[in-house]
């Protein structure tokens, strides 16, 4: 497999032949190219993601970077959760330090 520069090249190698084969299910032809990783997808809703992109392209995300993304997207809302509970129980601690200062 080789390393696409994604950035640089979208436009140059963004010319799906027939015979590229869609990455997820491997038996289709491909017909949109994965934004991340830049395989090629069928465009099967099984297969990847298709957003509706600038200059009636489509954005494609293929199924493993769908689920890649998502796992990133939890991770952020974890991350926030916990940052939430940390406050809790930041207020909590404060709190009870107030009611011991004005106990003494
Ligand atoms: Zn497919
Ligand atoms: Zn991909």
Redesign the pocket.
Known sequence: MSVINKSDNYFTYNQITEWDI???????Q?KELCRNCGHG????K???QIFPHINGTNYAICKSCTRTIEKKLVAIVNHDELRLLKKKIHSKIKKTIKKIESSE
């Open positions: 869609c990455v997820t299910c491997d038996s289709s491909a997808v069928c465009n099967e099984k297969c990847c």
